[in-house]
């Protein structure tokens, strides 16, 4: 099946701003033939896998982890290997339209069809976004893949190193039988600590959803069965007999085996204790997610604008909690005939802000040159009448000195005068008594 595969190079994917423009160009991929490394294939014969057993993938956006996971002998799976995603576009949180930069949450089905040996992107595969749910719920987009070359506008991206081991296992297990394998993507390991972090996210009750899918199977080790109706997912749930699952019609009768019941609600119990715990704890702050629809379809429009070729900001905008709407200052180079008009009107639009800038700055220092020279002036004015007050106490000093000298001086010709009228006095007085007495 593979081998026909490479042959045609099926998935040769068209150009779209909302994904990966993937169009196949190689006309020989040798990389999609080349075998899992030793240790690799040595670790799962220990864990009792062969190479062709069944396969299914995790993600993690917030770790920034893909996780393989491989059928076991017994049924179960188990964790074969781990990567870093080397690069994923858009917050934490689904994809709503297209153009918004988002990379998927949800799960999604891989088949043969959806693989290309011959991307542009080193190798990839199509995650098979829109699923029925998304279609369901009006989300679009297309071109979703997880692809090499570290390059990513809403597709999860690897390595080269790390995609031709990604591929293989898909490879191999077509190869073994299976029909298709299932890609399970989360904003982050949907533990209780999480959880608690982000309830009060607008994505939550997505979130919550999901983890129902991510529970079973920790539960179970087993891939979910996966159904959408009511427009929402439901995991391993069997329809009555003559009812099917729509996905935006009501969900029907089902059933479920006793023995997972019982299961999910012991696991429930524990993950119900541990979310109150995590509630009175000190956790990481959360990471930026997407505010529902409304930021999705402003970054949808930014995307358009871009693709378009418009100067745009650098990065698409940011919706805030406020309702208000951040944007970058730098500016991208979009090189288009409409594009290099956008940015010479950018150019024209900078430089008269910049001569009126300067402009103002001219009439400033104006205003502060005469402000200046006026208090220069009153300084001078102030130093002038200050010196002619000082001349003029200078001249006026030695007067006053003899004004308050004089009384001393004058005090013997006082003294001269008040001698003379006692002795007058005196002289009458003895006149007087001559008089009286004949003498």
């Not at 099946?1 to 160009?25: E, H, Q």
């Not at 930014?302 to 693709?307: F, G, N, P, T, V």
């Not at 200052?329 to 940015?343: E, F, L, N, T, V």
């Amino acid at each position: 099946m593979f081998a026909k595969l490479a042959r045609t190079g099926v998935l040769a994917a068209s150009i779209a701003v909302a994904g990966c423009n993937d169009s196949s160009m190689k006309d020989f991929a040798p990389e999609a033939n080349k075998p899992l490394p030793d240790k690799i294939l040595a670790d799962m014969r220990a864990k009792g896998m062969v190479r062709t057993s069944s396969v299914m993938a995790r993600i993690f956006k917030e770790e920034g982890k893909l996780e393989i996971w491989k059928a076991k002998t017994n049924g179960r799976y188990d964790m074969v290997a781990s990567y870093d995603i080397c690069k994923w576009s858009g917050k934490l949180g689904p994809k709503y339209t297209e153009g918004d930069r988002q990379a998927p949450e949800g799960f999604y089905t891989v088949r043969p069809s959806q693989m290309n040996p011959r991307s542009n992107y080193h190798l990839s595969f199509n995650i098979g976004f829109p699923n029925a749910y998304d279609r369901a719920n009006g989300r679009t987009g297309q071109n979703l893949m997880v692809h090499g070359a570290c390059s990513s506008s809403g597709c999860y991206s690897m390595t080269d190193a790390q995609i031709e081991q990604i591929y293989a296992f898909g490879r191999d297990a077509f190869q073994g039988g299976q029909t298709e394998f299932q890609i399970q993507a989360f904003p982050f390991r949907m533990t209780a600590a999480n959880m608690a972090r982000y309830r009060s996210d607008p994505n939550y009750e997505f979130w919550k959803m999901l983890k129902v899918g991510y529970d079973n199977f920790e539960v179970t080790k087993v891939p979910p069965k996966v159904d959408v109706c009511e427009k929402r997912y439901v995991f391993n749930q069997v329809a009555a007999d003559g009812q099917t699952f729509n996905p935006t019609g009501p969900c029907p009768a089902t059933t479920q085996p006793d023995s997972l019941k019982s299961a999910y609600n012991a696991y429930q119990s524990t993950y119900d204790a541990a979310f109150n715990s995590a509630l009175k704890a000190s956790v990481p702050p959360p990471k930026p997610t997407i505010a529902g629809i409304k930021e999705a379809s402003i970054v949808s429009d930014w995307s358009k604008r871009r693709a378009r070729g418009e100067r745009v900001p650098i990065d698409p905008p940011s919706l805030n909690i406020d309702g208000s709407v951040t944007e970058t200052a730098r500016m991208g180079r979009i090189d288009s005939p409409a594009g290099r008009k956008m940015a010479a009107l950018d150019a024209e639009k900078a430089a008269k802000q910049k001569a009126e800038e300067q402009r103002l700055a001219a009439i400033e220092a104006a205003k502060q040159a005469k402000a200046q020279a006026l208090a220069e002036k009153e300084a001078a004015k102030a130093q002038a009448v200050a010196a002619k007050e000082a001349a003029k106490a200078a001249k006026e000093a030695p007067v006053a000195t003899a004004t308050i000298a004089a009384p001393t001086e004058a005090a013997p010709a006082a003294e001269t005068q008040a001698a003379s009228a006692d002795e007058s006095r005196v002289t009458k007085l003895k006149n007087k008594l001559l008089g009286m007495f004949g003498g």
